[in-house]
């Protein structure tokens, strides 16, 4: 039975955001906070009968009109040039592991590539095993070797607030990368490890069966859509890969090096959790694709 978790509120840096602008847009969103709870109502008081906020009709702290909803912003259109992975998972020989602990325990002693040689360990993946968004990200960084779990690290702090930020604890989802050992210095995966892992992420994405795909950066879009992909330009469609509707924004690393990227990754992740909502309300109409 697959898990949709509840939608949280949203809203910025503990901000009142019927206020006029009192703090820059990169200073507030750079913070990617969770909404603090809201103050309990006095017993003797009339309860309003208040609408829950949705993720995208949050009021910019820096505007006084309202960011369009995710249903009303128009979902552009990206041609994909050729396809990274068929339409379905090719057939492996993990085809018949009927658990994740076992597809775990079996991957622990993969040699497939020869990444295995120069890291700890292989980093699988962590989070709940029927989510219904599993994101994707590069390959393990020095943390998550050390650590044996992925998203650990700088990046993956910055991924909690993001998550945060639209109402997903990191426990509901699942987290994942391309290649499940280090490459050494931290080097983007080439193209033959990517494709030796393949079958280790596909056959993750069979047995956790989520709804969404959410490629973080561009290794993870050229491994699995595009090898030529360019993640400037296909972050924010919605697009689709093995049947699931699979959406791309930056890796969380590259907003530690740019924070110009962080507002636009805050737009896909609010996204994201309106699409989220809509299928856990079973409204899923499935926004176009390609
Ligand atoms: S990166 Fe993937 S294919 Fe290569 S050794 Fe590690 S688990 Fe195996």
């Not at 960011?67 to 379905?88: D, E, G, I, M, Y």
């Not at 330009?233 to 919605?238: L, T, V």
Request: proline fraction near 12%.
């Amino acid at each position: 039975m697959r898990t949709i978790v509840s939608k949280g509120a949203l809203e910025v840096a503990g901000k009142d955001n019927t206020k006029g602008p009192e703090t820059s847009p990169d200073q507030v969103f750079f913070e990617f906070a969770p909404r603090p709870p809201a103050p309990v109502a006095a017993a003797t008081e009339p309860t309003p009968a208040v609408q829950p906020e949705l993720p995208g009709q949050t009021i910019m702290p820096w505007s006084q009109s309202p960011s369009p909803t995710p249903a009303q912003a128009p979902v552009r259109s990206f041609a994909l040039s050729k396809p990274a992975a068929p339409a379905a998972p090719a057939p492996s020989p993990y085809d018949a592991v009927a658990s994740l602990e076992e597809l775990t325990r079996l991957a622990a002693d993969c040699r497939a590539c020869g990444l295995r040689a120069g890291c700890r360990g292989v980093v699988f993946g962590e989070g709940n095993p029927k989510a219904a968004v599993m994101l994707i990200g590069e390959g393990p960084g020095s943390t998550e070797d050390e650590m044996g779990r992925p998203f650990v690290g700088p990046a993956g702090k910055l991924l909690d607030r993001i998550l945060a930020s639209v109402g997903f604890a990191r426990e509901e989802v699942y987290i994942a990368n391309v290649v499940k050992c280090r490459p050494p210095g931290n080097r983007v995966p080439q193209p033959e490890e990517r494709e030796a892992c393949r079958p280790w992420l596909e056959a993750q994405v069979r047995l956790i069966d989520p709804l969404f795909l959410v490629l973080l950066g561009a290794s993870a879009a050229q491994a699995l859509l595009d090898p030529k992909a360019r993640i400037t330009q296909i972050r924010g469609h919605w697009l689709e890969r093995y049947g699931r509707r699979v959406l791309p924004t930056y890796h969380p690393a590259a907003l530690l090096r740019d924070e110009t990227k962080k507002r636009p990754v805050w737009e896909d992740f609010k996204l994201l959790r309106a699409e989220h909502d809509k299928a856990a309300a079973g409204r899923g109409q499935q926004p176009p694709v390609g």
